[in-house]
């Protein structure tokens, strides 16, 4: 008997070369007993230089790709399974195709363990910081259980992925590391890790993007089995979601005539935070806007956005609602509108950080989507209760200029947004005496599909901005 060693890195070429040799050498599959790693698994079995192999071996495609997936299974027999296979291919031309072998079989459905397996890698590793936020490179890494050893197959997708920072993946057989190109090295016990600042917020991200009525916890188990919930922090809630859904899937069937067990619970653990924020001596303004109730829109959304500027600005941007960024984030204009906003500022000569910018209504309002979230437009309920921050907000800053950009912050401070492409530039006096200074949101422009159309209306856009500035020099 021979023992045919392979490394734990690089298992498929190792593989494919020695069974390669081993054929050509009319080894049959009997006489050999594959391990990975240097203990050979049979006592008799003796490690032997691998024949010099000459000349060719031909193969069908299928052959190699199964053996390319199902060489990562966790079965110990993985690597004679698949050289009895290529033994018998050598004869029987179309075994490959035929489901109905056993050995066929059984590889087929082990490549399809693997290929799950590697999705389920994909889908569920949860990286936590681990360097400095503010180094050029940041570091992330992650610990993950899988079930068979699919570290160095699945790396790639990794890298390309997050092909802009540093990170590593710690499973209890291997370890990869990336910092431009991907390094295994042997891994054993899980390191241990920072506690990571934005898991919370992965916890409310998901309980948003969590969709009560579509709830089949069998389906969502299956896809998410539990053995991979003690390494992500979302995790954690999904017995409570469960449970809690049909109670919360009714509620909003029913439109919440009274108030649900859950959600009290809920607006309890608000207040509570609420609480801890004003200890921890955070803005008052703040505070009392992220335990805001005013309308149903907080639920779903994972934070309050308040304004962001100087207090003595002179001028006060007011946009509609936090898009996604803005929600993650809890800062206004920070995601694709809020880059068209930066620059046509910058075009426009005025600087952000002298200015007061803030949004109509401060939860973000969509409709899960799978993993994505879609904006919809506010309504006039939820502008209207809205209202008390933004005048709360007027009052602290009292700006010389009020700037309502698109339909949502005109309806907001004048009460209607009728004709806004009349009123469009020019300058209107609010209720205090305030000029309002009327234009168009940002994301009007991002949606026109015309390129030609849309760079006019960048134009028009940094137009009202320069015509603003000079308003105010
Ligand atoms: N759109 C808005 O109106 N406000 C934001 O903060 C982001 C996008």
Redesign the pocket.
């Known amino acids: 008997m021979r023992h045919q060693p392979l490394p734990p890195v690089g298992t498929f070429e190792a593989w494919r070369d020695a069974a390669r040799a081993l054929l050509l050498a009319r080894v049959t599959p009997e006489e050999v007993s594959w391990s990975m790693g240097e203990v050979a698994p049979d006592l008799f079995a003796r490690d032997s230089p691998l024949p010099d192999a000459e000349g060719t071996v031909t193969v069908p495609r299928e052959f190699l790709q199964l053996a390319r997936q199902a060489v990562w299974h966790r079965d110990p027999e993985r690597f004679a399974r698949l050289y009895t296979l290529l033994w018998r291919v050598q004869c029987e031309k179309r075994l490959i195709g035929d489901r109905g072998d056993p050995l066929v079989a059984k590889l087929n459905a082990m490549a399809k363990e693997v290929g799950r397996d590697k999705h389920k890698m994909t889908a569920f590793v949860r990286f936590r910081e681990t360097g400095d936020p503010a180094a050029p490179r940041r570091q992330f890494a992650a610990w993950f259980e899988p079930t068979h050893f699919i570290v160095e197959p699945t790396a790639p997708f990794f890298a390309k992925r997050f092909g802009d920072m540093d990170w590593s993946i710690f499973t209890p057989d291997l370890s990869v590391h990336f910092d431009g190109t991907l390094n295994f090295a042997e891994c054993a016990a899980k390191p241990p890790f920072p506690e990571d600042a934005t898991e919370d917020l992965w916890r409310t991200y998901f309980r948003n993007i969590f969709n009560p009525s579509r709830l089949m916890p069998k389906a969502m188990q299956s896809e998410m089995p539990k053995k991979y919930w003690k390494n992500m922090p979302e995790a954690g809630l999904i017995p409570e979601l469960i449970t809690t859904a049909p109670a919360r899937a009714r509620a909003m069937a029913e439109a919440m005539p009274t108030i649900a067990p859950a959600r009290a619970a809920r607006v309890g653990e608000a207040v509570r935070q609420a609480q801890a924020l004003r200890e921890a001596g955070q803005d008052a303004f703040e505070v009392a806007l992220a335990g805001c109730r005013r309308c149903p829109l907080w639920e779903n959304a994972t934070q309050a956005?308040p304004g962001e500027g100087p207090l003595d600005a002179r001028l006060m941007f007011v946009?509609?609602?936090?898009?996604d960024?803005?929600d993650l984030t809890g800062?206004?204009?920070?995601?694709?509108?809020?880059q068209l906003?930066d620059e046509t500022l910058e075009g426009a000569g005025i600087d952000r950080d002298k200015v007061y910018?803030?949004?109509?209504?401060k939860h973000f309002k969509f409709v899960p989507r799978g993993k994505r979230r879609l904006?919809q437009n506010p309504n006039r309920d939820e502008i209207e209760h809205c209202k008390w921050w933004l005048g709360l907000e007027r009052e602290r800053v009292q700006p010389e200029l009020i700037v309502a950009?698109?339909g949502?912050?005109l309806e907001s401070l004048t009460g209607s947004r009728r004709d806004i492409l009349k009123r469009r530039g020019g300058v209107e006096a609010l209720g205090d005496g305030t000029p309002l200074f009327v234009t168009v949101?940002?994301?009007f422009i991002l949606r026109i599909p015309d390129r030609v159309r849309q760079e006019e209306e960048r134009d028009r856009f940094r137009a009202d901005l320069e015509r603003l500035r000079s308003l105010t020099d």
Do not use: I, K, Y
């Open positions: 956005v946009g509609e609602q936090p898009g960024r803005e800062r206004p204009f920070v995601g694709p509108a809020g906003f910018v803030t949004n109509a209504v904006h950009m698109g949502t912050a949101h940002p994301s």
